[in-house]
């Protein structure tokens, strides 16, 4: 339990994410602040500081009680640390006797996996760390659900509980997979992207459409965007001496507006077993206007939108695992049919398409599924 002595103490968290996207990860965390309660269950005077941007990652630094929060909020990183020790380490011995010494059963009893990274130190033989944890510390086991994470670095040992368990982009909601589907941070950093010239209220009076939605993870997201994550398990949890606050409903004091990004979600797909998914993982929500429809992006629309008040944005079929005629072909006949404002398209990296009536510009390149990809964004002429 804390008192009041320590609950303000600020701690250090390390948020791990997609490499290349820092900036947006900094963006979420500044949009959040509101949203995070202090022990007394109102809006916290005590933020949430950004110490250091690194590649892939941010150091933060937190009271615990908010610092924990974060897991049920952001949305587009993979996994959020808590540093427990650190140490300057660079023989077996010490190391040994250092495990030996630490009481990990104070903050969580019960089996625990270690992850071990270590670069550039002495003791850089990662199999060889971990050994030395299973022969200290009896409670080692692989397969276990809690997981220390331990990063060596220049002989610094830095140990870390994992907060989340399953990485962050497992959502409670949306669990209908197609094939080829984008992971759902990605898809929130996406949405990032192609809204970013966007004010709140304009963006309130827009249509989403994805023309290729698979099972719907664009869709899902821009639904999901005000909302928590408050349903699945987090392994912070678990962990022992919880702030009062988190050993209750909590989120309960939190009036969460009823309202996605977008004031309509409009998904197609050419498989009639992609729209049934869709529908499934999106029925969750209940709000937001949402149409799914069997469209071949090919033909003539059977649905038009207002093309001034559309979106659009996509991870096309890219002919690796689902076959497909021609890249080109299918955004080329989106955008023929739709007119979007702006859209935004992921396709492997190296290639390159213009479409009349659009600027494009390449924003970025990731790794979707092990392929290397690019991020094009068009913008509609006039
Ligand atoms: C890479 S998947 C999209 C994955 C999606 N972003 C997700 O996360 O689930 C591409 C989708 O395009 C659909 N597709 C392929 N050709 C199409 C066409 N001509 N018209 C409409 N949809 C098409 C496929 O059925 C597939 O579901």
Known sequence: MQDSTTKNIKEDFFLIGPLGFEESFQNEIAKLQ?????????????GIDIVKVRKGGLE?????????????????????????????LSHVAEL?????????????????KVIVSSRQSRLNNEKM??????????????????????????????????????PLYKRSWAPEKGQAPIRENLAHLLLQDLTVDFTGPELAQMTLLDPMMGSGTFLAEALAWNRPNLERKFSYQNLKGLPSLLKIHWWTNLSLPQVGLFESYVGFDIDPEMILKAQKNLSFFKIGNVCLKKQNILH??????NQDQTLMICNPPYGERLAVDS??????AALQYHKPL????????????????????????????????????????G
């Not at 509101?34 to 005590?46: A, E, V």
């Not at 630094?61 to 020790?85: M, Y």
């Not at 040994?96 to 625990?112: A, C, F, Q, W």
């Open 96 to 112: 040994k006797s250092y495990i030996r010494s630490l009481r990990s059963t104070e903050i969580y009893e019960g089996p625990l």
């Open 342 to 381: 702006k859209a935004l398209f992921v396709w492997p990296e190296g290639r390159f398409f213009e479409f009349p009536g659009y600027e494009s510009k390449k924003i970025r390149s990731f790794s979707q599924g092990g392929i290397p990809v690019q991020v094009v964004v068009f913008s509609r002429f």
């Open 327 to 332: 890249i080109e072909k299918l955004i080329g």
């Open 34 to 46: 509101p949203w995070i309660l202090g022990s007394d269950s109102r809006p916290t005077s005590h």
């Open 300 to 305: 003539e629309p059977t649905l038009k939108l």
């Open 129 to 166: 760390i971990e050994r030395v944890f299973e022969e200290e510390w009896k409670f080692i086991d692989d397969n276990a659900d809690q997981a220390l994470y331990v990063d060596v670095y220049n002989d610094q040992f830095t140990l870390s509980w994992d907060l989340c368990g399953d």
């Open 60 to 88: 933060l630094k937190a009271p615990k009680l908010e610092g924990f929060q974060l897991v049920h909020h952001l949305k587009t990183p993979v996994r959020i640390l808590w540093r427990w020790k650190s140490k300057k």
